[in-house]
């Protein structure tokens, strides 16, 4: 009589794929979440070089940039629709930064930024780094300041009353912002 084997896998070749199905999943999901924190970011960037854009058409037109108000659908001379189909938000639904500089009515510059989430993005190598409240009233850090140590919060593109010194050893930068 020939004994046949009852045929199927082992309890322990199940754990084993499980585990490894485990450990690849978790792999994917984390690779994601890079993945996506760099889209964000890429949006972040075109988003302000499209309003950039925006602004510098309204300055050939009128001679000026658009005060705060204007940046939407207000005030005297609004930048949506005509020189920009809609304004953008951050892709985590925040308004970008924006202070127009010089006297309210004649601005003679501005100044934009976004705050990003990757700490090694490209793109801050390239900024304007910008923070003066003396050309731009109430502006805010464009080289934006984070003590770990003290601090949880991100300050990016912060205002200057948020307690921190600006420029401090250490600090980790994650405001792209661009200065005209």
Known sequence: MIKTRNQ????????VVIAIIG????????????????ARDAKRVADT???????????????????ATEVGTGGTVPLVPTYISALAKD???????????????????????????????QALGTD?????????AADFRGLSTNAPSTVSTDYACSSAADGVAYGSPG??????????
Request: proline share 2%.
């Open 91 to 121: 892709p985590l639904g925040s308004n970008y930064k924006y202070v127009a500089c010089g006297t309210a009515g004649a601005a003679s510059g501005f100044h934009l930024g976004a705050s990003l989430e990757d700490v090694a993005n």
């Open 23 to 38: 450990l690849l999943s978790t792999i994917v999901v984390a690779s994601l979440s890079t993945v996506r924190k760099k």
């Open 8 to 15: 199927g896998f082992t309890l322990i070749e199940l754990l």
């Open 49 to 67: 070089k499209s309003l950039e854009l925006a602004m510098e058409v309204f300055f050939d037109t009128n001679r000026r940039y658009p005060d």
């Open 128 to 136: 304007s780094d910008f923070y003066n409240t003396t050309t731009c």
């Open 171 to 180: 600090a980790t930068e994650t405001c792209y912002d661009i200065k005209r």
